[in-house]
């Protein structure tokens, strides 16, 4: 609910822009309002300082740049480095990998967490729903080295997944997991689903709670069940809740992860388990081409806007909640 | 959102204190710097006379060449990065602060975790938050690239010391295209006698066991070698043996990768084979060679049969070191120092070196009686790596004479050898010696942690120590080679009448290394700023992605065809030309050098 207000007000704000900019700006407001001003500028200093002044390193990404020289004696190369990346079939399978893991990974998650938020209403008892919610959201305060530690233990060979496959006759020697390319993005995809539910659950279910519950003593006047209940009010109570984290998270699809991948994944894997960012580490900073390195990040941080901003618009074009 | 927001600016500001924090300079060191030089007047008459009495100055009074001793306040602290695993020393350790009173220096010691060693060099490059001394291993050249080392041209001239660890000509090879040396490599000097006992080099390994239930057989090709290890393994059903197993982790798939340089009879290059039978020596691929074909064929109808560990493809380096640890794997082909520091300490710690779980070196090769090369004589000098001095250091010259006094006789020997008295005795003949008491102390992970302090990637020496009489190191011993060694290893020695490691592994004496060797010292280097460098990167990729999977393959024949495909697609010539331009510029440098 919270975000709802904040974009809420950030909307009534734009729309009254206009109005302000007329008025004239008096010394006497300005003294009124130092407090908010000072305040302000110091986060748009913040903002300049860590958000606009790094992208000039951009730069990089056209020289052939080593750190002796510098950013400024570096000579310019054009676009050779890109030429590079899109020439490079390892670079064209990173994009195909980190694409296909944050989809996998965006929609699983997204679904998962709305199902869990829901169900986790439903329950009734008070004590079990807090101790469940509880449990489910601590595995996020796990680093991935641990989560994927404790996945390699429970899917190696003499894991525990392994064990119980074993005991139940569903295979005769142990399966190793990590040896199938074609299953690798499912196993980041579980990793992710069993670090994150839980915490991608609390903002639905704070959405959820906002609903006015007469809404609900209505609707059971009128007869309807539980599924109804769900179908009609919960969903649509916490869809703009919806749209806007689907927005965001739609932005983040090639952010797919660096971790998981590049602690579980292996020589056999590499062709399913490289991302893009993996894809940086290796040439940017251990070739020491940092050029190559920022090169391959443009790219990225272009085709995230360029996706958030369609998925903004389809969600303007069909009157839905929006970003921007 | 309130709560995101909320959560960045925590984290935000972690990552500002954090920088901050991180830029600040050392403590207490620079100031001191300037002051030791006035102090060294008032502080020498009275310091020495009473913390000689309570540090208990332990038998090292005869080299009292420096009577100093730095108080606390004087003492400055250093850091340095290993861009290789190694165990990090406790706080207080006791040998770092005697040596730390001798010479005023205390060094944090801090290695390379789960990334390989030039991520790490990167990231430290990145930040610009460099330790004060740094052996970059393979990222050396991302160093000198960002300017980040001080040369050490002056100091090897004012440093007796460092200047007596290699000849003129062979600083000369460490100089880079400005000029300058950045680093020296710290390992294989041997001063005067060599007294070399362990092969601390690749081969295959086999448990002593082994051998003593087939009743010490020779074994001499690859052949010979797994049908050793099926027969014992056949005989021995019940007692959980994994027969083969093969480490291919990240840069450590050298394991899987490059026997076949050996199996053919060459000396470790690294890289590639130098093939100097046609009189001018040619870089040979190793990787394309009928014995590499052989080989990988072998290991893949071993895989089948069930000898090679069916987990190798995916185990981790620590899995696998908790593997071998158990004394269940029979053998293995590894570097000595890859796997022995860890592995023969737990073993002795479990007694498991009694029951013949210690491995010995067999140098197979490709057809019975070639000659090999798995052991190379005399002292590799590796000119890709070694300990620099980064910029970061406020007073290089102090951080030279503190490279210089690890040196001295008295400090080499607290480095190795540990606290007279405590770690070893001296017997009437001036020879050092250890208990059987001191021998388990010294293989115990917490003493060492808490008492050793060996510095062990600073320049060393191997050899006789400077007595005359024993060695610089323990394991070069030869009387404490013998004694600690275990049963089994004995009567396995006896057996084959050998006495030390090298001996056992029996490599060819009469063939030389090049003067080129060896050749990984040039490729290692390498970057992605030139076309061999670039196709150097691939082939490595393209080779972790196939060679597990030939090993495992249902069809050899389809699957080798597939991975030549690939391995050509990389482009390997590229990498093999500029391989050949550093060989020929190697040999025309040594002829102009008249050696």
């Given at each position: 609910?919270?975000?709802?207000?904040?974009?809420?007000?950030?909307?009534?704000?734009?729309?009254?822009?206009?109005?302000?900019?007329?008025?004239?700006?008096?010394?006497?407001?300005?003294?009124?309002?130092?407090?908010?001003?000072?305040?302000?500028?110091?986060?748009?200093?913040?903002?300049?300082?860590?958000?606009?002044?790094?992208?000039?390193?951009?730069?990089?990404?056209?020289?052939?740049?080593?750190?002796?020289?510098?950013?400024?004696?570096?000579?310019?190369?054009?676009?050779?480095?890109?030429?590079?990346?899109?020439?490079?079939?390892?670079?064209?399978?990173?994009?195909?990998?980190?694409?296909?893991?944050?989809?996998?990974?965006?929609?699983?998650?997204?679904?998962?967490?709305?199902?869990?938020?829901?169900?986790?209403?439903?329950?009734?008892?008070?004590?079990?729903?807090?101790?469940?919610?509880?449990?489910?959201?601590?595995?996020?305060?796990?680093?991935?080295?641990?989560?994927?530690?404790?996945?390699?233990?429970?899917?190696?060979?003499?894991?525990?997944?392994?064990?119980?496959?074993?005991?139940?006759?569903?295979?005769?020697?142990?399966?190793?997991?990590?040896?199938?390319?074609?299953?690798?993005?499912?196993?980041?995809?579980?990793?992710?689903?069993?670090?994150?539910?839980?915490?991608?659950?609390?903002?639905?279910?704070?959405?959820?709670?906002?609903?006015?519950?007469?809404?609900?003593?209505?609707?059971?006047?009128?007869?309807?069940?539980?599924?109804?209940?769900?179908?009609?009010?919960?969903?649509?109570?916490?869809?703009?809740?919806?749209?806007?984290?689907?927005?965001?998270?739609?932005?983040?699809?090639?952010?797919?992860?660096?971790?998981?991948?590049?602690?579980?994944?292996?020589?056999?894997?590499?062709?399913?388990?490289?991302?893009?960012?993996?894809?940086?580490?290796?040439?940017?900073?251990?070739?020491?081409?940092?050029?190559?390195?920022?090169?391959?990040?443009?790219?990225?941080?272009?085709?995230?806007?360029?996706?958030?901003?369609?998925?903004?618009?389809?969600?303007?074009?069909?009157?839905?909640?929006?970003?921007? | 959102?309130?709560?995101?927001?909320?959560?960045?600016?925590?984290?935000?500001?972690?990552?500002?204190?954090?920088?901050?924090?991180?830029?600040?300079?050392?403590?207490?060191?620079?100031?001191?710097?300037?002051?030791?030089?006035?102090?060294?007047?008032?502080?020498?008459?009275?310091?020495?006379?009473?913390?000689?009495?309570?540090?208990?100055?332990?038998?090292?009074?005869?080299?009292?060449?420096?009577?100093?001793?730095?108080?606390?306040?004087?003492?400055?602290?250093?850091?340095?990065?290993?861009?290789?695993?190694?165990?990090?020393?406790?706080?207080?350790?006791?040998?770092?602060?005697?040596?730390?009173?001798?010479?005023?220096?205390?060094?944090?010691?801090?290695?390379?975790?789960?990334?390989?060693?030039?991520?790490?060099?990167?990231?430290?490059?990145?930040?610009?938050?460099?330790?004060?001394?740094?052996?970059?291993?393979?990222?050396?050249?991302?160093?000198?690239?960002?300017?980040?080392?001080?040369?050490?041209?002056?100091?090897?001239?004012?440093?007796?010391?460092?200047?007596?660890?290699?000849?003129?000509?062979?600083?000369?090879?460490?100089?880079?295209?400005?000029?300058?040396?950045?680093?020296?490599?710290?390992?294989?000097?041997?001063?005067?006698?060599?007294?070399?006992?362990?092969?601390?080099?690749?081969?295959?390994?086999?448990?002593?066991?082994?051998?003593?239930?087939?009743?010490?057989?020779?074994?001499?090709?690859?052949?010979?070698?797994?049908?050793?290890?099926?027969?014992?393994?056949?005989?021995?059903?019940?007692?959980?043996?994994?027969?083969?197993?093969?480490?291919?982790?990240?840069?450590?798939?050298?394991?899987?990768?490059?026997?076949?340089?050996?199996?053919?009879?060459?000396?470790?290059?690294?890289?590639?084979?130098?093939?100097?039978?046609?009189?001018?020596?040619?870089?040979?691929?190793?990787?394309?060679?009928?014995?590499?074909?052989?080989?990988?064929?072998?290991?893949?109808?071993?895989?089948?049969?069930?000898?090679?560990?069916?987990?190798?493809?995916?185990?981790?380096?620590?899995?696998?070191?908790?593997?071998?640890?158990?004394?269940?794997?029979?053998?293995?082909?590894?570097?000595?120092?890859?796997?022995?520091?860890?592995?023969?300490?737990?073993?002795?710690?479990?007694?498991?070196?009694?029951?013949?779980?210690?491995?010995?070196?067999?140098?197979?090769?490709?057809?019975?009686?070639?000659?090999?090369?798995?052991?190379?004589?005399?002292?590799?000098?590796?000119?890709?790596?070694?300990?620099?001095?980064?910029?970061?250091?406020?007073?290089?010259?102090?951080?030279?004479?503190?490279?210089?006094?690890?040196?001295?006789?008295?400090?080499?020997?607290?480095?190795?050898?540990?606290?007279?008295?405590?770690?070893?005795?001296?017997?009437?003949?001036?020879?050092?010696?250890?208990?059987?008491?001191?021998?388990?102390?010294?293989?115990?992970?917490?003493?060492?942690?808490?008492?050793?302090?060996?510095?062990?990637?600073f320049p060393q020496w191997g050899g006789t120590s400077r007595d005359g009489k024993n060695a610089m190191t323990p394991t070069e011993q030869t009387s404490e080679f013998f004694d600690s060694l275990a049963e089994p290893l004995v009567k396995c020695f006896e057996a084959y009448g050998v006495t030390t490691y090298p001996e056992f592994i029996g490599?060819?004496?009469t063939k030389t290394t090049g003067v080129w060797f060896p050749m990984y010292s040039y490729s290692n280097n390498m970057t992605s700023s030139t076309e061999g460098g670039i196709a150097w990167t691939k082939m490595g990729e393209c080779k972790h992605k196939w060679l597990p999977q030939i090993v495992m393959a249902d069809n050899f024949d389809s699957?080798?065809?597939?991975?030549?495909?690939?391995?050509?697609?990389?482009?390997?010539?590229?990498?093999?030309?500029?391989?050949?331009?550093?060989?020929?510029?190697?040999?025309?440098?040594?002829?102009?050098?008249?050696?």
């Amino acid at each position: 609910m919270a975000d709802m207000t904040a974009s809420a007000s950030k909307k009534t704000k734009e729309s009254k822009e206009p109005v302000e900019i007329k008025q004239k700006i008096t010394m006497k407001e300005l003294k009124a309002q130092r407090v908010l001003i000072i305040g302000s500028i110091l986060f748009v200093i913040y903002g300049f300082i860590f958000y606009y002044l790094p992208l000039g390193g951009w730069i990089m990404a056209f020289q052939d740049y080593k750190a002796r020289t510098g950013l400024l004696h570096s000579p310019f190369v054009g676009l050779a480095k890109f030429k590079f990346l899109f020439s490079d079939a390892t670079f064209l399978r990173t994009i195909i990998n980190t694409l296909g893991m944050g989809i996998l990974n965006l929609v699983t998650s997204f679904i998962m967490a709305i199902l869990f938020a829901i169900l986790l209403n439903e329950m009734k008892h008070t004590g079990t729903k807090k101790v469940v919610q509880t449990i489910s959201y601590l595995p996020h305060f796990l680093s991935w080295i641990i989560v994927t530690g404790i996945l390699h233990d429970a899917l190696s060979s003499s894991g525990i997944v392994n064990e119980i496959m074993m005991n139940l006759h569903i295979v005769d020697k142990p399966y190793n997991f990590f040896m199938q390319p074609k299953i690798f993005w499912f196993i980041v995809a579980f990793a992710n689903l069993w670090k994150e539910t839980g915490w991608n659950a609390i903002i639905y279910l704070a959405a959820i709670t906002a609903i006015d519950p007469a809404l609900y003593e209505a609707a059971a006047i009128d007869g309807a069940g539980r599924w109804d209940k769900i179908w009609h009010i919960t969903l649509p109570g916490i869809k703009p809740t919806i749209m806007i984290l689907l927005l965001m998270n739609v932005g983040n699809v090639l952010n797919a992860g660096f971790e998981v991948q590049y602690i579980l994944g292996n020589g056999i894997v590499q062709d399913w388990s490289q991302t893009i960012d993996i894809y940086v580490l290796k040439w940017g900073v251990s070739q020491n081409d940092f050029s190559m390195g920022t090169a391959a990040g443009i790219f990225k941080s272009v085709v995230s806007i360029i996706i958030i901003v369609i998925a903004n618009e389809i969600a303007k074009r069909s009157g839905e909640e929006r970003l921007f | 959102m309130k709560s995101r927001r909320l959560l960045s600016m925590l984290c935000a500001t972690v990552m500002v204190t954090s920088a901050v924090t991180a830029c600040a300079p050392t403590a207490d060191s620079g100031a001191t710097t300037g002051s030791t030089a006035v102090d060294t007047g008032d502080t020498t008459v009275d310091d020495t006379g009473d913390t000689g009495a309570d540090t208990g100055d332990t038998g090292a009074d005869t080299s009292a060449t420096e009577g100093k001793e730095y108080s606390d306040d004087e003492i400055v602290n250093w850091t340095f990065f290993g861009g290789m695993p190694g165990s990090e020393k406790n706080d207080g350790n006791e040998v770092m602060e005697i040596i730390a009173k001798k010479t005023g220096v205390r060094v944090k010691e801090t290695w390379l975790t789960g990334q390989t060693v030039e991520e790490a060099v990167g990231t430290i490059v990145a930040s610009g938050d460099y330790p004060t001394f740094i052996d970059g291993g393979d990222g050396m050249m991302q160093l000198y690239d960002a300017g980040a080392l001080i040369p050490w041209d002056d100091y090897i001239e004012k440093y007796p010391n460092i200047k007596e660890l290699y000849s003129p000509a062979e600083w000369d090879r460490f100089r880079m295209d400005d000029g300058h040396i950045y680093w020296a490599n710290q390992f294989g000097n041997t001063y005067g006698e060599s007294k070399q006992t362990t092969h601390n080099d690749e081969a295959f390994w086999i448990q002593v066991k082994v051998l003593e239930w087939a009743n010490y057989p020779k074994v001499e090709t690859l052949d010979d070698y797994f049908k050793l290890l099926e027969d014992y393994a056949a005989a021995h059903p019940d007692d959980g043996v994994i027969p083969y197993t093969c480490l291919c982790e990240d840069w450590r798939y050298f394991c899987l990768e490059n026997a076949p340089e050996f199996l053919d009879g060459y000396p470790n290059d690294g890289s590639v084979i130098v093939d100097t039978s046609s009189g001018t020596p040619t870089i040979v691929d190793y990787n394309t060679t009928p014995t590499a074909k052989m080989y990988f064929s072998k290991l893949n109808e071993e895989y089948k049969k069930g000898i090679v560990d069916s987990e190798f493809a995916t185990q981790t380096y620590d899995e696998y070191i908790a593997k071998l640890s158990t004394g269940n794997v029979l053998g293995m082909c590894d570097q000595w120092w890859d796997f022995a520091y860890t592995v023969n300490d737990v073993f002795k710690q479990q007694g498991l070196d009694t029951q013949g779980c210690n491995y010995v070196p067999l140098g197979l090769v490709a057809k019975p009686g070639m000659e090999q090369m798995w052991h190379t004589y005399g002292d590799t000098q590796n000119v890709a790596s070694g300990l620099g001095v980064t910029t970061a250091c406020e007073d290089p010259d102090r951080a030279f004479a503190f490279i210089n006094q690890l040196l001295d006789q008295d400090i080499h020997n607290l480095r190795f050898w540990g606290v007279e008295g405590v770690d070893y005795n001296v017997d009437e003949n001036g020879l050092f010696f250890r208990t059987e008491d001191m021998r388990m102390k010294c293989a115990d992970t917490e003493y060492k942690a808490s008492h050793l302090c060996d510095y062990s990637y600073f320049p060393q020496w191997g050899g006789t120590s400077r007595d005359g009489k024993n060695a610089m190191t323990p394991t070069e011993q030869t009387s404490e080679f013998f004694d600690s060694l275990a049963e089994p290893l004995v009567k396995c020695f006896e057996a084959y009448g050998v006495t030390t490691y090298p001996e056992f592994i029996g490599s060819s004496k009469t063939k030389t290394t090049g003067v080129w060797f060896p050749m990984y010292s040039y490729s290692n280097n390498m970057t992605s700023s030139t076309e061999g460098g670039i196709a150097w990167t691939k082939m490595g990729e393209c080779k972790h992605k196939w060679l597990p999977q030939i090993v495992m393959a249902d069809n050899f024949d389809s699957a080798w065809e597939d991975y030549m495909k690939a391995y050509n697609a990389c482009n390997p010539q590229a990498f093999l030309d500029e391989m050949q331009t550093e060989l020929d510029r190697r040999v025309a440098a040594a002829e102009a050098a008249g050696e």
